[in-house]
Each structure stands twice: as structure tokens, then as C-alpha cells.
Nanobody, 115 residues
Framework: QVQLVESGGGLVQPGGSLRLSCDAS????????MAWYRQAPGKQREFVAS???????NYEASVKDRFTISRLNAKSTMYLQMNSLKPEDTALYYC?????????WGQGTQVTVSS
């Protein structure tokens, strides 16, 4: 069964940290470009970060110096280390896997940054 499952979200104070995980099953994980997207209430889903099959990374400008994307192919897992979190980072965070014309999505994990 092809599945992406996100975890690690929660409520954190401004300036805090969270580590999100995306566990993949049913795919040859190492071949996929993996990415994180997020969607805040009333806004469109937006790109956060991506990591290619050769581990080349790309970040949205507002998170570049605060977030780190990584992957562990042996565990079919992708991570997003989020530091110095801001209220504007509050959103539902989605995992995405792309290979050729195939694009897979998880159900999302909620991140809320609030004092």
C-alpha cells in the first residue's frame, strides 16, 4: 500500500523547535524527490523545502536559515527540523513524494506556533 504518514507536529512557543517526520511505504523511496509543503488557514498550499534523490536541497526563502530538510533512505523517512519557529509558520504541513508524473501526498501534521 502506497502511503505517506507525517508526524511530529504540535503546539510550540515562538522561538521553539519541532522535528517533523514523513514515513513512506509502498514506494522505492530512494528514487523519489521528497518535499514539505504547508497550508495556513485561508491560504493556498505553499512550498517549504525539497530534497532530491541525490540529497540536493531547496528551501523557500523565509525558512532557509531556520529549517533543515533531510532524508534517511534506509528507513524510507524524510525529516524537517524546524528551529526559531514563528507564529507565521503555523500551518498544516504536508509530505510530498514525486517521481516522473507521479505525485503522492500525506494527510498532514498540524504545527501551531503560539505563546
Amino acid at each position: 500500500q502506497v502511503q505517506l504518514v507525517e508526524s511530529g507536529g504540535g503546539l510550540v512557543q515562538p522561538g521553539g523547535s519541532l522535528r517533523l517526520s514523513c514515513d513512506a511505504s509502498g514506494i522505492v523511496f530512494r528514487l523519489y524527490t521528497m518535499a514539505w509543503y504547508r497550508q495556513a488557514p485561508g491560504k493556498q498550499r505553499e512550498f517549504v523545502a525539497s530534497i532530491g534523490s541525490a540529497s540536493k536541497t531547496n528551501y523557500e526563502a523565509s525558512v532557509k536559515d531556520r529549517f533543515t530538510i533531510s532524508r534517511l533512505n534506509a528507513k524510507s523517512t524524510m525529516y524537517l527540523q524546524m528551529n526559531s519557529l514563528k507564529p507565521e509558520d503555523t500551518a498544516l504541513y504536508y509530505c510530498n513524494a514525486v517521481l516522473g508524473g507521479s505525485s503522492l501526498w500525506g494527510q498532514g501534521t498540524q504545527v501551531t506556533v503560539s505563546s
